[in-house]
């Protein structure tokens, strides 16, 4: 089992930025692989951007050249730096992990799930 906890969500003018975390613990595997995923008010969940540990990333195509996804692995710990934050980038983070392959921003694919932390972009 993997415990996921995420931090640093909040509310923001639009153009502003934020810093996600989201802190692993328990029995974390040697290949895992993490991400963010975003669910708005009424619309399915979907991928911002994930990496695994070898260095791979990918990004949705609407957070491309604004978001940048990190991974410390001496810390355990997932970030998102978030700039540049639009309106349409409102909703409830989610912290993701798994061990399997495939395509890094399937929701599908991922076992383990945060609680979630709210972002509200917003004049």
């Known amino acids: 089992q993997v415990q996921l906890v995420e931090s640093g969500g909040g509310s923001v003018q639009p153009g502003g930025s934020l810093r996600l975390s989201c802190a692993a613990s328990?029995?974390?595997?040697?290949?895992?692989?993490m991400g963010w995923f975003r669910q708005a008010p009424g619309k399915e969940r979907e991928g911002v951007a994930a990496?695994?540990?070898?260095?791979?990333?990918n990004y949705a195509d609407s957070v491309k050249g604004r978001f940048t996804i990190s991974l410390d692995n001496a810390k355990n710990t997932l970030y998102l730096q978030m700039n540049s934050l639009k309106p349409e980038g409102t909703g409830m983070y989610y912290c993701?992990?798994?061990?399997?392959?495939?395509?890094?921003?399937?929701?599908?694919?991922?076992?383990?799930w945060g609680q979630g932390t709210q972002v509200t972009v917003s004049s």
């Open positions: 993701a992990a798994r061990s399997g392959p495939g395509y890094l921003l399937d929701v599908d694919s991922y076992t383990f």
């Open positions: 328990g029995s974390i595997p040697s290949s895992i692989r």
């Open positions: 990496i695994d540990i070898w260095g791979t990333i």
